[in-house]
Structures are given as structure tokens and as C-alpha cells.
């Protein structure tokens, strides 16, 4: 009766001018487009620790997430790390651990919206494996009056009414000019060696390289063109690991 009395409340007071941006995010003076481990400890302070200074929800895919700008200029994306449970877990967390086996691994896709810890841990994969083709990411904390700031709906727009308290979220850098970038048939023909065409070589390295990353990390959420993606010089990135280990592998 609380929760809903807080949603029916925060529908009612809520305005467009309530929101801190729209998910244009105007303010955006910096970008990140190509993927430098040189950069890598300064992305990562910037992740963790820079100030929020605009938010919003953003409905792309199954996953709960939002995209922010920081106050020094670059965006990110912000994913949860585990279901709400302010209230005492009144919503039980997802243990895998309890989970039968056959139940295990036939979780559907709509069960897995809390994607935060996979994308931390499949980033420190890709550099340890040397391969640095995923954005930085991090984990941080970010409080209810931030992260529903900007959230009219009935599922998160009371939240920011509760006392004050932080969630546990992954902090991904968002990058420009990623565009789709399934592999050609081909390249099945050359990792199979039906062909020897030098030609495509590289593409066929990257794609093996995505191939073994995604089976390290349990990951089956990779299907042409569905997380293949490629950034501004063409080079295949290792883009959304938030499924992984999910299958009970």
C-alpha cells in the first residue's frame, strides 16, 4: 500500500521539467570513440568517482539501465548490479546458486534485467587476455535521488522518495560512432578452413577472438547483428557481456 500510495504520489507531482536532461544530454562536451588502454586509468577515475550531472532512462533492451553525463563532460552507461531490495529484500536477490539445475539453464532472457556485474568482470577479462577491444567500465555506488531522478514510471519514480540510500551499478563508457557489424559467411568458410583467402584474415581474427571471449564468459547473447559491433575504424569490440555466466555453466 506504501509503494503504490509513493507511485501514485510521484506520477501526480512529476513533471518533464523534473528531469535532470532528456536522454539527448545536451551538455556532452567529451567523447570516447575508439578503445586506448592508455586512457584506460583515466576512464576509469572518471567513472567511478565524477559527479553525475544529468540522467535519464534508457529503454533499449531487456537490461534495467540509464545513461548519464558526468561533470566532466563524458557519458556513460549505468546498469544495476542486482534487483532493489531496500526493503529488506522483499523482492528475494537471484541466486544462481539455488537455482536447480534444469530451471538453471533455461532462464529466460526477461529474468536477467540486473547486468551490472557481468559487464565489470567481462572488461577485466578482455584486458587480461590482452585483447582491449571492451570500453572501460567500473563499479561505483549512485544514490536513489540520482539514479530516479529522471524516472516517471510507476517502477522506479517513487524510489527517489525513500531515505536516502545507494545502489551498486556498473559505469560503462559510452562510445561514439559504433555502428552493426555482423560477420560475413566468409569468415565461417576461413576459421573452418574451407578457404585460405589472406584477405580475410584480420576480420577472421577478431571474430575468433569475440568467439572465445563470449565462450570464457558463458555469454550466448551475441548473434548476428545482435551485439556484434564495430567502432569508428572498423575494429570489432567486445560490446555487452551483462549476460554472462547466466546460463549455469
Not at 544462481?96 to 551490472?116: S, T
Not at 563499479?139 to 531522478?149: A, F, H, M, P, Q
Not at 584474415?201 to 571474430?207: G, L, P, T
Amino acid at each position: 500500500i506504501l509503494g503504490l500510495s509513493l507511485s501514485f504520489l510521484s506520477y501526480l507531482t512529476w513533471r518533464p521539467e523534473n528531469r535532470i536532461r532528456n536522454y539527448t544530454l545536451a551538455k556532452q562536451t567529451e567523447t570516447y570513440s575508439i578503445v586506448d588502454v592508455n586512457v584506460d586509468g583515466q576512464m576509469i577515475h572518471m567513472l567511478r568517482n565524477d559527479e553525475i550531472v544529468q540522467i535519464e532512462r534508457y529503454d533499449a533492451g531487456l537490461a534495467e539501465k540509464y545513461i548519464c553525463v558526468f561533470e566532466s563532460g563524458y557519458q556513460a552507461l549505468i546498469k544495476p548490479m542486482e534487483e532493489w531490495h531496500y526493503f529488506e529484500r522483499i523482492v528475494p536477490r537471484w541466486d544462481v546458486a539455488k537455482l536447480p539445475r534444469f530451471r538453471n539453464n533455461r532462464l529466460g532472457r526477461a529474468v536477467n534485467e540486473y547486468q551490472g556485474w557481468g559487464e565489470v568482470v567481462g572488461f577485466y577479462l578482455d584486458r587480461a587476455l590482452g585483447w582491449n577491444r571492451k570500453p572501460p567500465v567500473t563499479g561505483r555506488y549512485v544514490s536513489n535521488k540520482i539514479l530516479y531522478s529522471a524516472d516517471p514510471i510507476l517502477s522506479g519514480g517513487w524510489k527517489r522518495w525513500l531515505p536516502l540510500h545507494f545502489i551498486p551499478v556498473s559505469a560503462t563508457a559510452w562510445m561514439e560512432g559504433v555502428k552493426s557489424a555482423a560477420p560475413v559467411i566468409t569468415i565461417q568458410d576461413y576459421l573452418t578452413h574451407k578457404t585460405t583467402r589472406t584477405s580475410l584474415m584480420a576480420n577472421s581474427i577478431m571474430v575468433s577472438n569475440k568467439i572465445v571471449f563470449d565462450f570464457l564468459l558463458d555469454d550466448h547473447d551475441s548473434q548476428a547483428p545482435h551485439n556484434y559491433m564495430a567502432d569508428s575504424r572498423g575494429q570489432l569490440l567486445h560490446w555487452d557481456s551483462g549476460l554472462a555466466w547466466r546460463h549455469g555453466n
